[in-house]
Each structure stands twice: as structure tokens, then as C-alpha cells.
């Protein structure tokens, strides 16, 4: 079965790097922070990496942990959806209508260029608290959405739309077949950096407007009686979550791909199987011009 050269891509044997190298990269920071906390030898201002791991199981034990953990990931996850539909939505009527793209483009600059506090403080006042994580993640994770969606499209070859312009292919199988093959290497690197931005930006809102059952409230109560290991305790979690939530995004985008490639194979396979083809196409004219010889 064929697949993708999209998906050939990303399993390049250099691209992959063995394991034992990256848990080494891993023990190497954690013996560089083990040796710096000895140095400081002080942990109101760094916490050991045994004392941190020891909060974090403790972490791991009581409810209110996952309740927390539950209430922010919903959070974040609500706004980073909402930002992908909304700047999928945009970016292909950016490139379907060039004056969308003159109206969108300082906006998207904009998004990109006010702080994430400053946003968060109009966003307390305009929301509340109760969706201010929603909306932070939303709109630091729209022009990254909006931007990989537009260059995604502009990236489809010119010839395969001439050449669906020619048979003229129904609007729906040409957004199925050519533009969105061409679209998911774009939205796969766009979701790797957006799910790391959407995680980034809701925690510091969080921190800020202290919604109640969120990761950013608990970091504020640790900065505020200098726990130190609960501080690094829950920056592990948020750590873990972006993790996770990152290879969900970026499997299921995978396996989309892979149903693409899957299903243009099948029809590959079904053609040779029942005949068809350039070989058959001539074996047909032949036939076709014999009979008429016949027939003269």
C-alpha cells in the first residue's frame, strides 16, 4: 500500500532519535539541577529534584488534584479547539477571498503582538474569570491556526488544480483529495507549537486571574507560602499534560493522514484489480478501432 510522501517525511531514519539518547538528554538536566540545588543548598529558592518528585507523587494521591487537573485541561482544551476551527475557518476564506486576507492580516498581527497579560486583564474584565482561560488560549493560539492553514493551502500545486479544473471535479472531493493532503503537514507543526502555546498562555492566565479549581491557582498558592517543591510539583504536571495532549492532537491528525493515503491506495489497487489503467485504455481502442475495420 502506498502512502504519503507527507507521511514518508516525518518516519525519515534521521528524524527519529533513539531512546536511550533521550532519556540521557532527561538525566543530564536532572544532574545539572541536582547539582545546582546542592550549591544553593537553600530550597525556599530551588527545591531538589527528590523533593519535587517526592511532592508530586504526593500530588498524584489526592483528589483534588485530578479535580484541578480536570477543571484547567477542560479549560484549555475548549479554547484550543474553538481557536483551531475558527482559524481553519479563517484561513481558507483568507485564500479563497483576497480581501478577507487584507481585513484579517492586521488582526492577526495584532494577536501576535499584545502581551498575554495585557490580554489577560481585558479578558477579567470582558469574561470574568470563569472564561478567562477559554479565551486567553483562544486567541494566543488563532494566528499560529490561521497562518499554517493559509500557507497549507497556498502550497497546493498549481497543476493539480488545473488538472481538477479540467475533469471538473466537484468542489468536495478537491478539499478532500488535493487540498487537504496538502493541508495536514502544516496543521501537524501547527499543532505541536499550538498545544504548548495553548498550555503556556492558559496556566499564566490562570496565575493571574486565580480561577477557582485551576493549575494556575495552585502555583500562586505555592509561590505565595514558598513551597518550592509543590511550585515544581505542578509545573511537572502542566509538563505532562502538554505532552499528552500533544500526541493526542498530533495521532489523530496522523491518522487522518494515514485514512487518506489509505483510501487513495484502495482505489489504486481496485483499478489494476479490475482492469483498468493506461494498458487497458489502449487495449479498448484497439478493440474499438478493429471493429470498426471490421465493420467498413
Given at each position: 500500500?502506498r502512502?504519503?510522501i507527507i507521511?514518508?517525511s516525518?518516519?525519515r531514519?534521521g528524524d527519529r532519535?533513539p531512546?536511550?539518547k533521550?532519556?540521557g538528554?532527561?538525566?543530564?538536566?536532572i544532574a545539572l539541577w541536582?547539582?545546582?540545588?546542592?550549591?544553593?543548598?537553600?530550597p525556599?529558592?530551588?527545591?531538589?529534584?527528590e523533593?519535587?518528585a517526592?511532592?508530586?507523587l504526593?500530588?498524584?494521591?489526592q483528589?483534588?488534584?485530578?479535580k484541578t487537573v480536570t477543571?484547567?485541561g477542560?479549560r484549555?482544551?475548549g479554547g484550543?479547539?474553538?481557536?483551531?476551527?475558527?482559524?481553519?475557518?479563517?484561513?481558507?476564506?483568507?485564500?479563497?477571498f483576497?480581501?478577507a486576507e487584507i481585513?484579517?492580516?492586521?488582526?492577526m498581527?495584532l494577536?501576535?503582538?499584545?502581551?498575554v497579560?495585557s490580554f489577560?486583564?481585558?479578558?477579567?474584565?470582558?469574561?470574568g474569570?470563569?472564561?478567562l482561560t477559554f479565551a486567553?488560549?483562544a486567541?494566543?493560539v488563532?494566528?499560529?491556526l490561521?497562518?499554517?492553514?493559509?500557507n497549507?493551502?497556498?502550497?497546493v500545486p498549481?497543476?493539480?488544480?488545473e488538472v481538477?479544473?479540467?475533469?471538473?471535479?466537484?468542489?468536495?472531493r478537491?478539499i478532500?483529495?488535493?487540498?487537504?493532503p496538502s493541508?495536514l503537514?502544516?496543521?501537524l507543526?501547527a499543532?505541536?507549537?499550538?498545544v504548548?502555546?495553548?498550555?503556556k498562555?492558559g496556566v499564566a492566565?490562570?496565575v493571574?486571574g486565580?480561577?477557582d479549581?485551576?493549575?494556575?491557582?495552585?502555583?500562586y498558592m505555592?509561590k505565595?507560602?514558598?513551597?518550592m517543591?509543590?511550585?515544581?510539583?505542578?509545573?511537572a504536571?502542566?509538563?505532562?499534560?502538554?505532552?499528552?495532549y500533544?500526541a493526542a492532537f498530533l495521532?489523530?491528525?496522523?491518522?487522518?493522514?494515514?485514512?487518506?493515503s489509505g483510501?487513495a491506495?484502495?482505489?489504486?489497487?481496485?483499478?489494476?484489480g479490475?482492469?483498468?489503467?493506461p494498458?487497458?485504455?489502449?487495449?479498448?481502442?484497439?478493440a474499438?478501432?478493429?471493429?470498426?475495420?471490421?465493420?467498413?
Amino acid at each position: 500500500m502506498r502512502r504519503s510522501i507527507i507521511w514518508q517525511s516525518k518516519n525519515r531514519p534521521g528524524d527519529r532519535k533513539p531512546l536511550w539518547k533521550k532519556a540521557g538528554a532527561v538525566l543530564f538536566w536532572i544532574a545539572l539541577w541536582k547539582l545546582v540545588s546542592l550549591a544553593v543548598d537553600n530550597p525556599i529558592v530551588l527545591a531538589a529534584p527528590e523533593s519535587a518528585a517526592a511532592a508530586f507523587l504526593r500530588l498524584l494521591a489526592q483528589a483534588d488534584f485530578w479535580k484541578t487537573v480536570t477543571a484547567s485541561g477542560l479549560r484549555i482544551l475548549g479554547g484550543l479547539l474553538a481557536s483551531g476551527a475558527a482559524g481553519i475557518a479563517l484561513g481558507g476564506a483568507a485564500y479563497r477571498f483576497p480581501l478577507a486576507e487584507i481585513l484579517l492580516a492586521p488582526f492577526m498581527k495584532l494577536l501576535r503582538a499584545v502581551p498575554v497579560a495585557s490580554f489577560v486583564i481585558l479578558a477579567l474584565v470582558w469574561v470574568g474569570t470563569e472564561g478567562l482561560t477559554f479565551a486567553v488560549v483562544a486567541v494566543a493560539v488563532l494566528p499560529i491556526l490561521y497562518t499554517s492553514t493559509l500557507n497549507g493551502l497556498r502550497a497546493v500545486p498549481t497543476q493539480m488544480l488545473e488538472v481538477a479544473q479540467v475533469f471538473r471535479i466537484g468542489s468536495w472531493r478537491r478539499i478532500w483529495y488535493i487540498y487537504r493532503p496538502s493541508l495536514l503537514p502544516f496543521l501537524l507543526n501547527a499543532a505541536s507549537i499550538a498545544v504548548g502555546m495553548s498550555w503556556k498562555a492558559g496556566v499564566a492566565a490562570e496565575v493571574i486571574g486565580i480561577p477557582d479549581w485551576s493549575i494556575g491557582e495552585r502555583l500562586y498558592m505555592a509561590k505565595i507560602y514558598l513551597e518550592m517543591d509543590q511550585l515544581f510539583a505542578w509545573t511537572a504536571a502542566v509538563l505532562l499534560l502538554s505532552v499528552v495532549y500533544e500526541a493526542a492532537f498530533l495521532r489523530l491528525l496522523g491518522l487522518l493522514g494515514r485514512r487518506v493515503s489509505g483510501s487513495a491506495a484502495a482505489k489504486t489497487d481496485g483499478r489494476r484489480g479490475s482492469g483498468n489503467g493506461p494498458a487497458a485504455d489502449e487495449r479498448e481502442k484497439e478493440a474499438g478501432y478493429g471493429r470498426g475495420n471490421c465493420g467498413g
